[in-house]
């Protein structure tokens, strides 16, 4: 079975934006910023007729309304915070169904970071799109909800298959493992992973897409076993 394509733009200084392709169907996720995105777009002849956003804040949604005019797209976006992302023409929550090419993406509701942020799953072609809920080896603050609601959300992308591909929002991948090293600094995995994501920032290249079986061997904050832990370690984070 054919899988979907994801192409990497990097936006502003440290975020990341998506194109995702399939057959004649191309959508935008979490456009922080048009010009690189219209940039890749129209080198690669591909014309969006979908955005998603996962939440509201600006370095993810700052870029809709370029494409939208641009590309005459549609705008998906979390139905709990439509009242903080202009021009939606599609809400979404928790089951939402969207057709795209031969597969379906799925929302799942992933509150905490924001009180609405949600992932897109593509079950079939095994792709998330996590927005700022997982990073690299590290997670989102919780601006919006607490290190409790946070964790529960992260339990339901730790259900999804371990070979799910996960696309986040941000490249924070180097600081995130050096944090990752004192919570267990004798996690062999995580050594390793250290290393080869120093030689790729070294070369500034990008280190995602990231696995969700990297991530339970390597993200101190899936490896958590209870809320309590996972808490602990987010309030060692924010201080590091
Ligand atoms: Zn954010």
Request: with cysteine.
């Amino acid at each position: 079975m054919n899988t979907a394509e994801v192409i990497l733009v990097p936006v502003l200084s440290d975020n990341y934006a998506y194109i995702l392709h399939k057959g004649d169907q191309v959508a935008v996720i979490d456009p922080g910023q048009p010009e690189p995105l219209i940039y890749e777009l129209d080198n690669r002849d591909l014309t969006p007729s979908v955005i998603l956003n996962t939440h509201h804040h600006s370095d993810h949604i700052a870029g809709n309304k370029a494409l939208l005019d641009k590309y005459g797209a549609r705008l998906v976006a979390p139905e709990s915070e439509r009242a903080r992302i202009p021009g939606i023409n599609k809400a979404v929550k928790d089951g939402t169904i969207i057709e795209f090419a031969d597969e379906t993406i799925e929302v799942i509701d992933t509150p905490g970071h924001t009180s609405g942020h949600i992932c897109y799953h593509l079950p079939q072609s095994k792709i998330l799109f996590a927005g700022d809920l997982i990073f690299a080896m590290g997670c989102g603050r919780a601006f919006e909800g607490t290190a409790e609601e946070l964790y529960a959300s992260i339990e339901k992308i730790k259900a999804l298959p371990a070979e799910t591909e996960i696309y986040c929002g941000h490249e924070y991948t180097l600081s995130n493992a050096e944090f990752c090293l004192t919570v267990e600094p004798d996690n062999d995995e995580l050594i390793a992973r250290h290393k080869e994501v120093k030689q790729y920032r070294d070369n500034n290249l990008p280190t995602i897409p990231t696995t969700l079986e990297k991530e339970m061997q390597t993200n101190v904050f899936l490896r958590a076993k209870s809320a309590e832990e996972f808490a602990d370690i987010r309030q060692k984070k924010d201080n590091f």
